[in-house]
């Protein structure tokens, strides 16, 4: 049993590129969640989806797309990377919309120059 | 909507000192409350929890109470140890339009010295 897992880890990006980040959970929870984490800012949330198939926008979802195709696993994608968008990302996940505990994955640490 | 705020950090002990993190919320409704502790290189993972007013949760030696009349819900431990150097977040769940999802604050750094 792995829990909520993140790639990659680390990446570095020049502005303008693309990119796709994985979230992949075990547990076989309904709903996921993308955060991105700043310094002082705590967590704000990117996205997130309900179940299969439906994505909606959190606090911050400007500059990023989200699919849902299996149950498992959850994209997030940046278009075009912005030097504003140098971040750690974090992927949870939770039974559903009953349950408040969210499981984190470790995190990927993105940078844009 | 739904807001957090905790202490600014961050926060420097040594082992065995008393900890206080100060958090205060502003929600609709009645939400759940919660510390998440991130240690160095992970994620985040549940410390303790509290869903309705007046309830104290507790674990690890840490414990918070949630007081409705202050609306606040402030971490403490008595005695730290170099191995709870971590962030801590506070966070809220439920209530209003916000329900199903965590309202988190800025999160405190903790360093623990020997």
């Known amino acids: 049993n792995a829990g909520v897992t993140q790639t990659p880890k680390f990446r570095v990006l020049k502005t303008g590129q693309s990119m796709t980040l994985l979230c992949a959970q075990d547990?076989?929870?309904?709903?996921m969640y993308w955060y991105r984490q700043d310094p002082g800012m705590g967590l704000r949330l990117i996205h997130y989806?309900?179940?299969?198939?439906?994505?909606a926008k959190g606090e911050v979802p400007d500059g990023y797309n989200v699919s849902r195709l299996k149950k498992q696993n959850f994209l997030l994608g940046l278009e075009s990377a912005a030097p504003s968008q140098t971040s750690v990302y974090f992927c949870?996940?939770?039974?559903?919309?009953?349950?408040?505990?969210?499981?984190f994955g470790p995190g990927t640490r993105l940078t844009v120059t | 909507g739904n807001s957090v705020t905790q202490m600014e950090g961050p926060v420097t002990l040594s082992e065995e000192a008393f900890l206080t993190i100060n958090c205060t919320y502003t929600?609709?409704?009645?939400?759940?409350l919660f510390w998440y502790v991130q240690y160095p290189g992970e994620g985040l993972q549940l410390l303790l929890k509290?869903?309705?007013?007046?309830d104290k949760g507790s674990n690890k030696g840490f414990e918070a109470t949630y007081r409705k009349e202050t609306t606040s819900f402030h971490l403490e431990k008595g005695s730290v140890q170099v191995s709870d150097s971590a962030v801590y977040f506070c966070?809220?769940?439920?209530?209003?339009?916000?329900?199903?999802?965590?309202?988190f604050g800025q999160g405190t750094i903790l360093t623990v010295h020997p």
């Open positions: 949870a996940s939770s039974y559903g919309k009953h349950s408040y505990e969210q499981y």
């Open positions: 547990m076989n929870h309904e709903y």
């Open positions: 989806s309900v179940g299969e198939g439906t994505t």
């Open positions: 929600a609709t409704g009645y939400p759940s």
């Open positions: 509290a869903t309705k007013a007046d």
């Open positions: 966070a809220l769940w439920g209530g209003g339009t916000s329900y199903g999802k965590l309202t």
